[in-house]
C-alpha cells in the first residue's frame, strides 16, 4: 500500500502539471483566434475539457507495468523492474510472462490451487501477487541474513547459483553479506541501464525540426545555409558511425576537475613486471651506495700528509656541491608536482551528433561566432584538419588529446566513441571558452548554444589584496569564466575587474571558487554594483498629495527646484513643449531634437527582438557595402515583416503617425529599447532598407547622418541622471539645418572622397569666398587657439585638400555634430520627467500560514509587492509570488529565513526593468505638499537615494549638505 501511495502522488501531480500545460496552451490558442477573428461575444462557447480529453497523456505516468519504474535499494546494493520477475516466475508457473508482467503490480493475487491469477486481492483478504512473490522474497532473504541463519542462507545462494566470497561471509557486518547477495541476485546497475535503454528515445528518433533548429544560430534560417552545410542534415538524421560520415559534435560547457582526479594521474596498483624492476633498481641504488661508501673509506687514509690533506678538501668540496646539487633537484621536483596537483583542468562536455571520435584525432574547432559560408570562399568541403589551410575567422585545429567516459565523479579513458554518446574531452581548455562545435567539415554551422533562465544581472568589481598577486587574480578570473556558463567577466574603461553573477547566492559561490580553486588569492570585493536603467514619462497629472497640478497655490520654494538644477546653458532653447534646438559649436549645423517616451509593449517589443535588429543592422550593412547579401532569404524577411507590423500596431495615434517608417536607427549599441526618428525633409534612409533590398540613398546631407546617429549612441548609452543606459525613449530629430557654408563642406567632403587628393592650386581656386569670409569673421581668440592647437603641418595638409572648414579651432565637423546630438538628447531628456527604472527579481515564496505575516513583513521592508498568493491544495503551504527590487535582495533570503525560523525559502529570477515612481528631483512647492512633508521635506526619496549612490560610485558629482537645517542647542553644562 505503501509503494502505491508514493505512485499515486507522484501521478497526481504529473497529471496536474500536465493539465496546467494544456489549458495554458489551449488558453493561448483561444487568444489568437480571438484577435484574428471578429465573432461577436454572444456566440463564443467556452468548453474547457475538450482539451484534455483530445491529449493522450497515457506515457506520461508511471507504472511498474509500463517498465518506467524501477524499485532500489542503493544502500544494500539491489534493483529490479518486475519484467525480471515476470521472467523469472514463468517458466516456474507456467504462466506467460505478458500476463505476469500485467498482473504482478495491481489488485491480483494467485490462486495455488487452481494455479491461476485471479482479481480482487483486497476484498478476499489475499495478499496481492506482488508482495506474494516479489517482496516475500525479498523479506525472508533478508531475515536469514539478520538472523546469521545459515542453513537458509546456503540454501537460498544454491537456488540462485551466486557465489558468495568467505570473506563476505564472515564479515562481522550481516550488512555486507546481504550487500554481496543482493548485488548479485538483483544488481542495480542492470536494472537502471536496461530502463535507460527501453525508455529514453534513441538519438535515430530525433526530428528534423529539431536538427534544423540546432544548425541554425540567431535568427538565421535553415534555407538561408550554403548547400553544402544543408547536406549535412542527413548525417545527423542517420546518426551513423560509419568511416565516411562526417565527425559532428557539441561542447556544451566546460568543466573543473582537479587534475588529481584525471585517471593517468591516479595512483594504480603494479603489475609483476614493474614491481620487479623496481627491486632492480633498488638493489643497483643500493649497491651503488655501497661503493661510494668503500670509496670514502679509503680516501680517508692517505699515504701522505699533504696528499691527505689536498684530497680530502677536494673530496670535501665535491660532496658539498653534491649535497647542493641533490637539495635543488628535490626541492625543484617538489615545487614541479605541487605545482601539477595544484593545477586545475578542464574536461568539455560533449554529444557526438555523427561519425566516431578517437583519440588523437584532428578536428577543426568552430566558435559560436563561425560563419560556414564565408569560410567556404577560402575552404573546400573536402578539406580536412590535417591540411595546411589559410586562416578563418572563429575557426582553428585542435587534436583530440583524452577522451572520457562519465562515470559519475569518476572519469574513465576510452579510445574512440561512437555516435549517439555523451563524453568528456580533455585538452580543449586552449581552444574553448563556454560552448562550441568540433567537425571534420568545415560546412558544418555552429551550433545554437544554451540559453539559461538565470540572467547575470549582480555585479562586484574584484582586487587582490597585494597588488603583486594581480596576474593570478587575472588567470583565475579566465579559468571561472570558462568553468560556469553563467558567469560574465568584465574589465571596466576604468581598469576594474568586474563580475558579473545571477543573485547573491551564485556571487558567493563564484567568489569561494575564485579564492580557493581558480586564482588561490586572497582578494578584495566591491559592494554589489546594481544595474539601473533612466527613461523618461509622461507629465504627472496629479501631485504628491493626490491633488491635481496647476490648480493649487504656488508658494515660494525654499529649496532649490529642479529648473535650477538643470539650468540650460546659452545659445540652447528649450520649448514648452520640450523641443531642444541647438547648434554646432562652428555654427554650420542647427538639430531641433524632442524625447518622448515610448509605450511598455514598444519597449517589450524592442527587447524580444534585439537579435532581429542585430540582423537588419547586419544586412544593412552588406548591403551599403555591396556585399553579396546571400543571408537575406524569405523567413528572416518575413519576420522582419512580422517585427515591423507589431511595431505599426502598437505605435498609434497622432503624434506617432508614420513613425515606425521614419525610424533611423536603435538605440544603444543599434539595437536597444530606443528609437531614433527622423522627421525632416530631404532625409528618407531608414532601417528598413534590408526590406526594400535597396542601397543606402546619396542625400544632401552626406555622410554626416553616421554622425548624428553616433552621437544618439553615445547619448543612450549613458544618461544625464546617473550615466547609465536609458530605456523605452523615442528622440525625434525635427530639423537639421545646415548653412552654405556646411553645404559647400559637405560638398567638397564628398568630392575628395570621390577624387582623392586634389592639388594645391585647384584647392585654392575652389574655395567658395564665403568660407574666406566665414574664416575672416573668425575672433582673434579663436584664431590664436586653432594656431596653437593644429600644427602647422596640418593646416597645409588640410589646405591643399581643400577642406579648410573640415578641422577648425573646434576640431572635425563630424565630431561636432556628435557631440551636438549627444547634447541635444541630454537636454531633450532632461525636459521632460525623469524616472529610474530598476532590475526586479520574480520572487516565489513558499510558506506555511503561521509565518504569512513575517513574510509580508520583511517584503513590504524591502519594497516588495507582493501579486498573487495562492493556498497549495491538499497542504497547509502558500505559495507567494511577489517582485521584488534587485537593489534591495542582498540577504533578503537570510532575513527571510531568520524571521521565519526556516519554515519560509524564497526563489528569486531576474524577470523585468520596473520604473520608480519617485520622482528623483521632486521638492515641495504646493501649500498642500508643505503641510504633508514640511518645510525640510526630508522623507526618504527612494529614486534620489538609488541615483546619488551611482553617482558617488562613478565619481560624479553629487549635491549633499553634511548639515543640513542645523539648529542651536545649549549643552547640560551650560545650564548648571
Not at 505476469?100 to 493475487?109: I, Q, S, V
Not at 546497475?189 to 528515445?201: W, Y
Not at 562545435?437 to 544554451?450: D, V, Y
Not at 569561494?512 to 544595474?531: G, H, M, N, T, Y
Amino acid at each position: 500500500m505503501h509503494l502505491k501511495n508514493i505512485l499515486e502522488q507522484i501521478n497526481a501531480v504529473t497529471g496536474s502539471l500536465f493539465t496546467s500545460k494544456v489549458l495554458e496552451e489551449r488558453a493561448e490558442k483561444e487568444a489568437e483566434s480571438e484577435s484574428s477573428s471578429d465573432t461577436a461575444a454572444g456566440d463564443q462557447i467556452y468548453d474547457w475539457s475538450a482539451g484534455l480529453e483530445d491529449t493522450d497523456d497515457s506515457h506520461l505516468y508511471f507504472s511498474p507495468d509500463h517498465g518506467n519504474v524501477v524499485f532500489a535499494s542503493a544502500i544494500d546494493g539491489w534493483g529490479f523492474g518486475i519484467e525480471h520477475f515476470a521472467k523469472l516466475y514463468s517458466q516456474k508457473i507456467g504462466i506467460k510472462p505478458a500476463v505476469l508482467l500485467k498482473t504482478l503490480w495491481g489488485d491480483y493475487y494467485l490462486n495455488t490451487k487452481a494455479k491461476k491469477i485471479m482479481k480482487g486481492d483486497q476484498s478476499k483478504g489475499k495478499k496481492p501477487l506482488f508482495v506474494q512473490l516479489v517482496l516475500d522474497n525479498i523479506w525472508s532473504l533478508y531475515e536469514a541474513v539478520m538472523k546469521r541463519d545459515k542453513e537458509k542462507i546456503e540454501k537460498i545462494v544454491t537456488s540462485l547459483g551466486l557465489k558468495i566470497g568467505p570473506r563476505e561471509s564472515r564479515h562481522a557486518d550481516p550488512k555486507v553479506h546481504l550487500n554481496a547477495i543482493c548485488s548479485q541476485w538483483l544488481p542495480i546497475s542492470d536494472a537502471v541501464l536496461s530502463m535507460v535503454c527501453s525508455k529514453l528515445p534513441s538519438p535515430l528518433d530525433i526530428t528534423a525540426e529539431r536538427v534544423e533548429k540546432l544548425m541554425c544560430v540567431g535568427a538565421k534560417t535553415f534555407d538561408s545555409l550554403p548547400p553544402e552545410t544543408q547536406e549535412l542534415k542527413s548525417a545527423f538524421l542517420r546518426c551513423s558511425s560509419e568511416e565516411t560520415a562526417p565527425v559532428i559534435v557539441f561542447v556544451s560547457k566546460m568543466f573543473a576537475v582537479d587534475a588529481k582526479a584525471l585517471p593517468h594521474n591516479k595512483p594504480r596498483p603494479l603489475t609483476q613486471e614493474e614491481i620487479a624492476q623496481r627491486r632492480e633498481l633498488a638493489k643497483q641504488r643500493h649497491a651503488g651506495k655501497m661503493a661510494a661508501n668503500q670509496g670514502k673509506e679509503v680516501s680517508e687514509k692517505p699515504p701522505s700528509e699533504n696528499s691527505s690533506e689536498g684530497t680530502g678538501s677536494t673530496g670535501d668540496k665535491k660532496g658539498e656541491e653534491q649535497q647542493l646539487t641533490d637539495q635543488m633537484d628535490v626541492v625543484t621536483s617538489k615545487a614541479a608536482k605541487q605545482e601539477a596537483d595544484n593545477k586545475e583542468s578542464f574536461i568539455a562536455f560533449a554529444r557526438v551528433f555523427s561519425g566516431v571520435v578517437r583519440r588523437g584525432q584532428k578536428i577543426f574547432v568552430l566558435g559560436p561566432k563561425y560563419d560556414p559560408a564565408e569560410s567556404l570562399h577560402k575552404l573546400s568541403p573536402q578539406c580536412s584538419a590535417t591540411d595546411d589551410l589559410p586562416s578563418v575567422p572563429h575557426m582553428s585545429c585542435c587534436t583530440l588529446e583524452n577522451l572520457y567516459l562519465l562515470m559519475g565523479r569518476e572519469l574513465e579513458e576510452l579510445e574512440e566513441v561512437p555516435a549517439g554518446n555523451v563524453l568528456g574531452i580533455g585538452g580543449l581548455q586552449d581552444f574553448v571558452l563556454k560552448s562550441a562545435t568540433l567537425s571534420t567539415s568545415p560546412a558544418c554551422p555552429p551550433f545554437t548554444p544554451l540559453n539559461f533562465e538565470a540572467t547575470p544581472i549582480v555585479r562586484v568589481a574584484v582586487e587582490p589584496k597585494h597588488p603583486s598577486d594581480m596576474p593570478q587574480l587575472v588567470r583565475g578570473m579566465k579559468l571561472l569564466n570558462q568553468a560556469d556558463p553563467c558567469v560574465q567577466v568584465l574589465i571596466q574603461e576604468t581598469g576594474e575587474h568586474v563580475l558579473v553573477t545571477a543573485g547573491e547566492v551564485h556571487l558567493q559561490r563564484c567568489l569561494d571558487d575564485l579564492k580557493e580553486r581558480f586564482a588561490k588569492i586572497e582578494i578584495s570585493v566591491s559592494a554589489p554594483i546594481i544595474p539601473f536603467r533612466e527613461t523618461i514619462t509622461r507629465p504627472p497629472k496629479v501631485d504628491m498629495v493626490n491633488e491635481e497640478i496647476g490648480k493649487q497655490q504656488k508658494v515660494a520654494v525654499i529649496h532649490q527646484t529642479k529648473e535650477d538644477q538643470n539650468k540650460i546653458p546659452e545659445g540652447i532653447q528649450v520649448d514648452s513643449d520640450g523641443l531642444v534646438t541647438i547648434s554646432t559649436p562652428n555654427k554650420q549645423a542647427t538639430l531641433s531634437v524632442r524625447a518622448l517616451p515610448l509605450p511598455e509593449e514598444v519597449t517589450r517589443l524592442l527587447e524580444e527582438n534585439s537579435d532581429l535588429i542585430r540582423t537588419m543592422e547586419q544586412l544593412s550593412t552588406s548591403l551599403n557595402e555591396d556585399k553579396n547579401a546571400h543571408e537575406i532569404n524569405q523567413k528572416t524577411m518575413d519576420k522582419i515583416k512580422e517585427f515591423k507590423q507589431k511595431l505599426e500596431q502598437n505605435l498609434q495615434g497622432r503624434k506617432w503617425r508614420n513613425a515606425v517608417d521614419h525610424i533611423w536607427s536603435f538605440g544603444p549599441r543599434k539595437c536597444g529599447p530606443n528609437i531614433l526618428l527622423h522627421k525632416f525633409e530631404g532625409y528618407k534612409n531608414s532601417v528598413w532598407q534590408c526590406l526594400e533590398n535597396t542601397e543606402k540613398e546619396v542625400s544632401k546631407y552626406g555622410d554626416f547622418d553616421n554622425s548624428i546617429v553616433s552621437g544618439f549612441q553615445l547619448a543612450t548609452l549613458s544618461g544625464p541622471m546617473c550615466e547609465e543606459p536609458l530605456m523605452g525613449v523615442c528622440f525625434t530629430v525635427e530639423k537639421w539645418e545646415m548653412n552654405k557654408v556646411g553645404e559647400t563642406l559637405l560638398t567638397k567632403s564628398r568630392d575628395s572622397g570621390e577624387c582623392g587628393a586634389v592639388e594645391h592650386q585647384e584647392s585654392e581656386d575652389t574655395v567658395s569666398p564665403t568660407s574666406n569670409c566665414t574664416v575672416d569673421t573668425c575672433s582673434e581668440n579663436e584664431h590664436e587657439q586653432s594656431s596653437q592647437s593644429v600644427p602647422k603641418s596640418l593646416e597645409k595638409n588640410s589646405k591643399n585638400k581643400g577642406e579648410v572648414l573640415l578641422t577648425d579651432c573646434y576640431g572635425p565637423f563630424s565630431g561636432q555634430l556628435i557631440a551636438t546630438m549627444k547634447e541635444a538628447c541630454r537636454y531633450a531628456l532632461q525636459a521632460k520627467p525623469q524616472r529610474l527604472m530598476a532590475a526586479m527579481y520574480t520572487c516565489e515564496i513558499m510558506a506555511t500560514a503561521e509565518v504569512l505575516g513575517r513574510v509580508y513583513a520583511v517584503l513590504s521592508k524591502r519594497e516588495g509587492r507582493v501579486l498573487q498568493e495562492e493556498m497549495k491544495e491538499g497542504t497547509d503551504v502558500f505559495i507567494i509570488k511577489a517582485v521584488l527590487p534587485v537593489a534591495e535582495s542582498f540577504g533578503f533570503a537570510d532575513e527571510i529565513r531568520k524571521r521565519t525560523s526556516g519554515l519560509a525559502s524564497p526563489q528569486l529570477v531576474f524577470s523585468h526593468w520596473e520604473i520608480i515612481s519617485s520622482d528623483p528631483f521632486w521638492v515641495p512647492t504646493t501649500e498642500e505638499e508643505y503641510l504633508h512633508f514640511g518645510e525640510k521635506a526630508d522623507s526618504e526619496n527612494q529614486a534620489r537615494k538609488y541615483m546619488n549612490a551611482v553617482r558617488k560610485r562613478k565619481g560624479l558629482y553629487v549635491e549633499e549638505k553634511i548639515v543640513e537645517h542645523a539648529e542651536k542647542q545649549r549643552t547640560l553644562s551650560r545650564n548648571k
